[in-house]
């Protein structure tokens, strides 16, 4: 599975984006699929996390309430909705898909097996 994250960019302090990420090379409607993010000098966090089927979904405390986690099956993709951006949400944004049981969601990165290349979020103040 390859996986390529789009939608990055410059934003203002409270607007919005929507990050993509498109799978190639097989179906991901059976994978669970997570994104996490990793701003310079820090560890990479879990932002969250969707179930195959789109079920169960599931965010970190920072991003409840501003994220929403969709899929897109038929597209093979899978969309993250950020509104209300804060500065501390400036990173690089990565996917992540492995197989699953459905209603399963998972948010350590060490469980995801497929890595899309990052997609840079910046929010000005």
């Known amino acids: 599975v390859q996986l390529q994250a789009s939608g990055g960019g410059l934003v203002q302090a409270g607007g919005s984006l929507r990050l993509s990420c498109a799978a190639s090379g097989r179906t991901i409607s059976s994978y669970a699929v997570g994104w996490f993010r990793q701003a310079p000098g820090k560890d990479r966090d879990f932002v969250a996390a969707?179930?195959?089927?789109?079920?169960?979904?599931y965010y970190a405390d920072s991003v409840k309430g501003r994220f929403t986690f969709s899929r897109d099956n038929a597209k093979n993709t899978v969309y993250l909705q950020m509104n209300s951006l804060k500065p501390e949400d400036t990173a690089v944004y990565y996917c992540a898909a492995r197989r699953s049981t459905y209603g399963y969601y998972y948010t350590q990165s060490d469980e995801y097996n497929y890595w899309g290349q990052g997609t840079q979020v910046t929010v000005s103040s």
């Open positions: 969707i179930s195959w089927g789109g079920a169960s979904t």
